[in-house]
């Protein structure tokens, strides 16, 4: 298995641009999470997914985050619009019947 | 709710010294707890994880961490360091056991010197 596939690496991208991060989870997995990770607040959950249904969306920082997962073999994760204090390093992960999640290698994002 | 307290924000050892990360968790019930590693740039690995079976664990790398429940810790240890070993290292706590949601501690950079 090819683990969790989070797309793209690294983005660059100027404020107020909309921001798209992508993640194909492991095939089968029933969950799915995105994690935030910034030097000031470590590691935070903004949301997960269970078979596909938000279930807690109570770390995503504002109305300008939003996270979709159409299919269970795919999750988008929009900024609209970005901030510089948005860059950070964001990370997908995905896990089965409550076992522990396996990361994806995460997408560093810089807001200029 | 639940916890966890990584009590060093930093550990330097020498090479082929023994490691000591701490971590003391806060739980109403019998958590599962994990520990993660993360070496520069890359993303979050397992190392371990308990989840109520024996109480010393052993993981990958040569890592074990024991779970107390009388002093509400779970120590990550190594016997002797190799400069590979350099990374962030995260203790983790899972709220509940049907979801794999993860609440993790600030993390511990481990330095090992030659």
């Known amino acids: 298995d090819a683990g969790v596939i989070q797309s793209p690496r690294h983005e660059v991208t100027e404020m107020g641009q909309e921001v798209t991060l992508r993640c194909k989870p492991i095939?089968?997995?029933?969950?799915l999470f995105w994690y935030r990770q910034t030097m000031m607040r470590g590691l935070e959950l903004l949301i997960y997914?269970?078979?596909?249904?938000?279930?807690?969306d109570s770390g995503m920082p504002e109305d300008r985050f939003s996270a979709k997962m159409p299919n269970a073999s795919f999750s988008t994760l929009k900024i609209q619009p970005s901030e510089p204090r948005d860059s950070a390093v964001y990370f997908c992960?995905?896990?089965?019947?409550?076992?522990?999640?396996?990361f994806g290698q995460g997408t560093r994002l810089t807001v200029v | 709710a639940q916890s966890v307290t990584q009590l060093d924000s930093h550990v330097s050892v020498s090479e082929g010294t023994p490691v000591l990360l701490r971590c003391n968790y806060s739980?109403?019930?019998?958590?599962?707890l994990f520990w993660y590693v993360q070496h520069p740039n890359k993303g979050l690995q397992l190392l371990l994880k308990?989840?109520?079976?024996?109480?010393l664990v052993k993981g990958i790398n040569g890592f074990e961490a024991e779970f107390k429940k009388s002093e509400t810790s779970f120590h990550l240890t190594k016997p002797s360091a190799h400069m590979s070993d350099a990374a962030e290292y995260f203790c983790?706590?899972?709220?509940?056991?049907?979801?794999?949601?993860?609440?993790f501690g600030q993390g511990t950079t481990l330095q090992v010197k030659p």
């Open positions: 992960a995905s896990s089965l019947g409550g076992r522990q999640p396996f």
């Open positions: 308990y989840t109520s079976a024996a109480t």
């Open positions: 997914f269970n078979n596909n249904v938000p279930i807690d």
């Open positions: 983790v706590v899972s709220p509940s056991s049907n979801t794999g949601k993860l609440i």
């Open positions: 095939s089968g997995h029933n969950s």
């Open positions: 739980s109403s019930y019998s958590p599962s």
